[in-house]
């Protein structure tokens, strides 16, 4: 081995050491400068290669080029390490305070709790295979009442009861008028709800005079009571727990035959009418049900007026239902007042920001 | 209506306690609105006792001393107050311990130095009636011949019992009488049923002259004829039911009346035959504006259409509603003439309406009263005539009716009963229930016919009807749940309804809340909206509304919107950001519009203050115009800003306001609150938009078709255009869209400046130009000329390119 190449040699590992030892960039920048620099001795000697014997030509600008391939990649090694170390104690030294408020997104807004419940409500009958339907809120008296077998002296046709504008224009008493216009306009199957605004000529501590109701109407051949029943089991568990049964009493409305009314079990006391303490239970008042809804079979009356569009009472058979939508609120939610839900208080409303999945 | 369980037993027991009774009501359609009570809540403690002696007070003039036997080893000493009281007499006792109708807890106490213990009781004391002369004598209206001493009172006179408190359906009339309810309780339990009690035969046939003018609004009008009579106090048990069902005896008379009434739901009327003048009775159309003074004291004016019962002088009562007082029973009457009339319902309806008069007859003759329940009401209520009253009956029943038609047979198909319930109920038990139902019933091959009784033959018409009284019975409750069987029903929500939910959740996510206000709105609330004016249009208004302030069809919602944010300051909220999507309503009453809105209200900061944005500002126009352009870009109609026309918005600034416009028309507004307006409502400013969402849904775009992008990088130059003060930007963007060649991707503003700089009347607005082409990088030399293109197009319409 030549001289050369061993002083090649022994400035690789003092370069090797150097830079094994600096403690900052700026030190490693000298090393380099030092060792692999444009003056530094490595570089001296592979510039004089050229002046050298031809057999040690080959040895040593081997041996050179080897050392400054090792020494250029301990430099990168060395101040990569360094850089990161520099990272890590600048990144160590930031420090905010996690507990500031977080910037606010443009949120902050709610959804009525009444269109929440509304929402909740459609979402269940549209997974039933229902549309939504929608109807004038200023209605005729013909499809108000007449339509919907109505007796001539029907009190609820008194201007008592019912908003006029004139004898035969009235702000509609019920979201039912749809039923009509939904059939007029389509022949069976049906299978429709119908959300919206209702009024009545009362107002006190618990009637205001605009409130929401859901109407449901399906219309098909063989549909039966029983199947009234099981849409509306269906629709209890979905709002109010799985855990729900329904009961049915009879009553009477004049556009269904035969009528019913819908008890929920009371989802407070599961249905026992008392609480776990054993006092009486003041939502369902210790009955163990809540009344819901109304419901029936559609009347043929009503069918024989939408006759023309394809309702033969002999062939087409179905069921309709209504619901207040306050009311379900109301059990839901809890809002204990109905004047609360007009109000539009942002305090009320901010309580609703939640998804309420 | 008001059931005693004592009465409604006596017709039919369902041997049930009385919350199960209720229950099993309830379930087949009886409604029950409470368990009531009547007379004392418990028993205990009233007894009868003999009185064995009876002595003056040592003290006092008019109490006694009295030692009454009440089953005891030992008579005890009852100090009373009563005249009648008397040895021998049987009495009803409360002892201590028990407690009053009213209440009261009876104690041993002294009274005048002697120690009473309990109490003899007087009518009034048994809520039986308001008689307090004295005390009740139990062997004057008892046989008591078989009772002890000591034993409960309940065995003669119940000291109190339950009231089942009844909603009856507008459709079962004759469930407003206390036997058929009785009949219900039989169809559920299968109890017997017992038959009401008939009178005998007349003595004599008396007749009398009687009229009906017009039988489609008078059916029938029945009359008996009773002589002798002797008016006076009724018995003690027909009080005491009376009472119990909630109405005040009066004297033999009136009571039978009410009582059969209660009973048989049939209303009557005893006329004192001798006060009917000119010995006839003609019933008639009354005269437009002719006046009767009914038994209420109160002088009626009538109208043609309403019908009256007269004698020979005029009308002594309004038919069906009310008596008169010219012929009503008084304690000298001794000859009775008892009217039972059937009247057409919706007639009495009208009458009692207009002249806003209710009596317990008109409430049940307007439901539709049977024709042929008169001729078997007449027999029931003369029983008791003649054995109460003393009275003979000398006529058969007087009727003069019309056409009555007879209930018609219906036939029930047993698969049809299945096909609408669900479920399958044999023929064998449908006809029992029917049966029950006092339907008359015969097989017909698989199918039976039922003949309704006459009493529901307004109510029971058809198969449907029929299948009702059988599920019903049956109960609606044991049916079983299924589900309908249509495999076509795909459930969706429309375009339109989709837009709503898309726009409210947009919405609430911007930071806006949710409001729902009244659809009413008031001429004197919508004026506010027109500073020293009238909001023009014209409106939908109530005639019967509840208050002036709900009067009137709102025709927009900003109204609501000012009072949300009125309702919101005053209690101390420092911003309201709120919408409501709503109906308003336009057009005539003829001619209705309605439509869906969309109204926004914004007053103070945009979005909540932080501390990193301690003060975010007033909300102005542009915040308001970002989310309308939020509303654009979410349902893809786009939605242009153009300058407000015409005076239809006095409730805007007009230089701070837009007509919102989509699919070429206008759809709305966008604007800052008029300052006079915002006054009114309490509030220091507000920008308001209104959408109408129907026009957005009608130009909602087809479904997003995919186009390619280009892979080649945009490129971007900032041009600074200087024009006079009133051209609006967006005509400067249109004159640099239109002539910025094919590659030009947009222009959008990102700075205005006014200033010395750009001179007086003039501003600098900062424009970034991106172009792209699709298949290659664009060279300098193409954005060049694109520019200069751009500039020529700006100088045209008074514009410069600065710097």
């Known amino acids: 081995m030549s001289e050369t190449v061993e002083k090649i040699q022994s400035i690789e590992s003092a370069g090797a050491s150097a830079i094994g030892s600096v403690a900052s960039l700026a030190e490693l920048e000298d090393v380099r400068i030092h060792f692999l620099g444009r003056k530094a001795e490595l570089n001296d000697i592979l510039k004089s290669i050229a002046t050298l014997p031809p057999e040690e030509k080959g040895p ?3 041996a050179g080029n080897q050392a400054r391939g090792k020494l250029e990649a301990l430099l990168a090694a060395r101040q990569e390490e360094l850089e990161t170390a520099a990272l890590t104690q600048l990144l160590e030294q930031d420090r905010i305070d996690i507990t500031l408020p977080g910037s606010p997104v443009a949120g902050g807004g709610a959804l009525h709790p009444i269109t929440r419940v509304r929402r909740e409500i459609e979402d269940v009958f549209i997974g039933m295979g229902y549309k939504v339907a929608e109807g004038p809120e200023v209605e005729k008296v013909h499809y108000n009442f007449d339509a919907l077998n109505h007796s001539p002296n029907h009190p609820a046709r008194e201007w008592t009861d019912t908003f006029y504008f004139e004898d035969d224009v009235l702000l509609r008493t019920h979201t039912s008028p749809v039923q009509i216009r939904v059939m007029e306009e389509q022949p069976p199957p049906v299978f429709v709800i119908v959300p919206g605004k209702v009024y009545r000529r009362d107002s006190d501590a618990t009637h205001t005079p605009m409130f929401h109701q859901i109407e449901g109407l399906a219309v098909d051949e063989g549909i039966t009571l029983s199947d009234l029943r099981g849409t509306l089991l269906e629709f209890s568990r979905a709002i109010f727990g799985e855990d729900r049964e329904v009961r049915l009493r009879p009553h009477f409305f004049p556009f269904t ?4 009314e819908i008890d929920v079990s009371c989802f407070k006391c599961s249905g026992k009418g008392h609480l776990k ?9 210790g009955t163990g049900w809540i009344e819901i809804l109304g419901a029936g079979m559609v009347d043929p009356n009503v069918f024989s007026y939408v006759r023309d569009s394809g309702y033969d009472p002999e062939k087409v058979q179905g069921f309709a239902f209504g619901m ?22 942002l305090r009320l409303l901010a309580q609703f920001e939640a998804g309420g999945y | 209506m008001r059931v005693p369980l004592n009465w409604l037993n006596e017709y039919c027991d369902s041997g049930l306690g009385v ?3 209720a229950e099993r009501l309830a379930m087949t359609g009886t409604e029950v609105e409470r368990i009531g009570r009547h007379g004392a809540a418990e028993t205990d403690g009233f007894v009868v006792g003999k009185v064995l002696t009876r002595e003056k007070h040592p003290d006092a003039d008019k109490l006694s001393v009295c030692s009454v036997d009440v089953g005891a080893d030992e008579p005890v000493t009852i100090v009373c107050g009563a005249p009648n009281v008397d040895a021998g007499q049987t009495v009803a006792v409360v002892q201590p311990g028990a407690v009053m109708p009213d209440g009261t807890k009876i104690k041993k106490a002294k009274l005048r130095g002697v120690e009473s213990n309990g109490m003899i009781l007087s009518e009034r004391e048994l809520e039986i009636s308001e008689d307090h002369d004295g005390i009740i004598q139990l062997e004057q209206h008892f046989d008591v011949g078989g009772v002890a001493a000591g034993a409960p009172l309940a065995e003669v006179l119940a000291p109190g019992q339950d009231v089942l408190e009844l909603e009856i359906t507008p459709n079962r009339p004759d469930c407003l009488g206390v036997h058929g309810v009785a009949r219900e309780v039989h169809a559920i339990t299968g109890n017997p049923l017992a038959e009401l009690e008939l009178g005998p035969a007349p003595e004599g046939d008396e007749t009398f002259d009687i009229t009906v003018e017009d039988h489609t609004l008078c059916p029938r009008f029945t009359a008996r004829i009773f002589r002798d009579v002797k008016v006076g106090p009724s018995p003690l048990w027909l009080k005491e039911r009376l009472s119990a069902a909630g109405q005040r005896p009066i004297n033999n008379v009136v009571d039978i009346t009410n009582y059969v009434m209660l009973l048989t739901s049939q209303p009557m009327h005893a006329f004192d035959m001798d006060k009917i003048r000119g010995n006839k009775l003609v019933i008639r159309h009354a005269a437009h504006e002719e006046k009767i003074t009914t038994l209420d004291d109160v002088e009626r004016t009538l109208d043609g ?4 019962v007269c004698d020979a002088e005029g009308p002594t009562g309004i038919a069906g509603v009310m008596g008169g007082q010219i012929s009503e029973v008084s304690s000298e009457t001794t000859n009775v003439l008892l009217e039972i009339a059937a009247w057409n319902g919706p007639n009495i309806h009208r009458t009692s309406q207009k002249l806003a008069l209710r009596s317990e007859a008109s409430g049940r003759f307007e439901k539709g009263l049977s024709p042929i329940l008169p001729l078997e009401v007449q027999e029931i209520a003369s029983k008791l ?3 109460l009253t003393g009275a003979t009956l000398v006529s058969s029943t007087i009727d003069v009716a019309g056409e009555i038609s007879q209930p018609q047979p219906i036939e029930l198909r047993e698969a049809r009963v299945e096909g609408l319930l669900g479920t399958r109920i044999p023929i064998a038990r449908c006809a029992e229930i029917l049966e029950h139902l006092d339907f008359k019933v015969e097989m017909s091959g698989e199918n039976l016919l039922a003949t309704p009784p006459h009493y529901r033959s307004n109510d029971v018409t058809r198969e449907a009807d029929l299948i009702e009284e059988v599920a019903r019975i049956q109960g609606v409750d044991t049916f079983p749940a299924t589900l309908p069987e249509s495999p076509t029903a795909i459930g969706s929500f429309s375009p339109a309804q989709k837009l709503k939910r898309g726009l409210e959740d947009l919405l609430a996510a911007n930071g806006y809340s949710e409001s729902i206000t009244w659809s009413f709105t008031s001429e004197a609330a919508l004026n506010k909206l027109a500073p020293g004016g009238e909001l023009p249009g014209v409106r939908l208004r109530i005639a019967n509304p509840l ?7 709102r025709p927009l919602v900003l109204g609501g919107l000012l009072e949300v944010a009125q309702h919101n300051f005053a209690r101390g909220a420092d911003a309201v950001r709120t919408f409501e999507v709503g109906t308003v309503y336009n057009g005539t009453i003829s001619d209705p519009v309605e439509h869906t809105a969309l109204a926004l209200l914004l007053s103070g900061a945009p979005h909540a203050a932080s501390w990193r944005d301690a003060a975010p500002g007033e909300g102005d126009f542009f915040a308001l115009k970002g989310i309308i352009e939020a509303i654009s870009a979410n349902s893809g109609v786009e939605i242009g800003f153009e300058p407000l026309d015409g005076d239809d918005h006095p409730y805007l600034i007009p230089g701070r306001s837009a007509t919102l416009v989509a699919g070429g028309q206008s759809v709305g507004y966008l604007g800052e609150i008029h300052p006079l307006v915002a006054k009114e409502h309490d509030i220091s400013g507000a920008t308001a938009a209104e959408l109408n969402l129907d026009l957005v849904a009608a130009a909602l775009p087809a479904p997003t078709t995919f186009e390619s992008f280009t892979s080649f990088p945009p490129s971007r130059e900032d041009i600074a255009v200087v024009v006079p003060q009133n051209v609006p930007a967006a005509e400067v963007i249109a004159a640099v869209e239109s002539s910025g060649g094919k590659y030009l991707q947009n222009a959008n503003v990102f700075d205005v400046f006014e200033g010395e700089q750009v001179g007086e009347g003039k501003k600098s607005l900062a424009i970034r130009l991106t172009y792209a082409a699709p298949d290659r990088t664009l060279t300098d030399k193409e954005t060049e000329k694109a520019r200069k293109s751009i500039t020529q197009k700006l100088e045209e319409i008074g514009g410069a390119l600065r710097g």
């Not at chain 1, 035959?257 to 019913?260: A, N």
């Open chain 1, 60 to 62: 040593v600008g081997k």
């Open chain 1, 257 to 260: 035959e035969p009528s019913v």
């Open chain 1, 277 to 285: 303490d054993g006092s009486r239970c003041n939502l369902c008042k």
């Open chain 1, 324 to 345: 207040g939508v306050e009311r379900i609120a109301f059990l839901k939610h809890g809002i204990p007042d109905l004047r609360l839900f007009y109000e539009n208080d």
């Open chain 2, 19 to 21: 919350h199960e009774l």
């Open chain 2, 305 to 308: 259409q309403m019908l009256v």
């Open chain 2, 385 to 387: 005539m003649v054995e």
């Open chain 2, 547 to 553: 208050s002036e302030d709900q009067s009137v069809m």
